[in-house]
């Protein structure tokens, strides 16, 4: 059964870094574009980066905050933030779609994780 589980989220300082972790079971990733998406208190999931089947990478929010990053061998995603601001708050979720390359569409993914919490505030 695919699964995807996110975890690394938190209470933030702005300013400061928060790494966040997308483990997958079920699946290999090299097979699937993965993204991740967040969403804030009443807006619309959108999406922040994603990583190909072949490995690049795409960002769909600000790059110089945010990487994506994958590690086969432990069929894991990374998202590293810095410099976090107030607007960064939301759930964040990693998702899997079957397809090679990436795409920022919600509807574009197959599987989603359940989502980790990330609240800048200080």
């Known amino acids: 059964q695919l699964q995807l589980a996110e975890s690394g989220g938190g209470l933030v300082q702005p300013g400061g870094s928060l790494r966040l972790s997308c483990a997958a079971s079920?699946?290999?990733?090299?097979?699937?574009?993965i993204g991740w998406f967040r969403q804030a208190p009443g807006k619309e999931r959108e999406g922040v980066s994603c990583?190909?089947?072949?490995?690049?990478s795409t960002s769909y929010a600000d790059s110089r905050r945010f990487t994506m990053s994958r590690d086969n061998a432990k069929n894991t995603v990374y998202l590293q933030m810095i410099s976090l601001k107030s607007e960064d708050t939301a759930v964040y979720f990693c998702?899997?779609?079957?397809?090679?390359?990436?795409?920022?569409?919600?509807?574009?993914?197959?599987?989603w994780g359940q989502g980790t919490q990330v609240t800048v505030s200080s």
């Open positions: 998702a899997a779609a079957r397809r090679r390359y990436c795409s920022s569409y919600v509807t574009d993914y197959d599987y």
């Open positions: 079920g699946f290999t990733l090299p097979v699937y574009a």
């Open positions: 990583i190909s089947s072949s490995g690049g």
